[in-house]
């Protein structure tokens, strides 16, 4: 993976943030790993919980409340 991707101040005010810690990794992961071309990006909850780090369980709690917001 190379690039970059811009990281705004406004994320302070982003209901991610105010979520634990393990939600804005699993964002952050989401965000950097979607194609800038297409757009697309397939992953699945084993990977993510993985390459994040934190438990499957954690992972479908963030999509649940990710869905709603």
């Not at 979520?19 to 964002?27: A, G, R, S, T």
């Not at 397939?42 to 990977?47: K, P, R, S, V």
Request: charged share 20%; net charge positive; glycine share 6%.
């Amino acid at each position: 993976m190379q690039g970059w991707v811009k990281l705004q101040r406004s994320i302070l005010q982003q209901a991610v943030w105010a979520k634990p810690p393990e939600y804005l990794k699993i964002y952050t992961y989401l965000v950097v790993s979607v194609d800038r071309i297409s757009g697309e990006f397939y992953t699945n909850y084993q990977t993510i919980s993985e390459t994040c780090g934190v438990k499957k369980t954690i992972v479908d709690h963030f999509f649940r409340w990710a869905k709603g917001a």
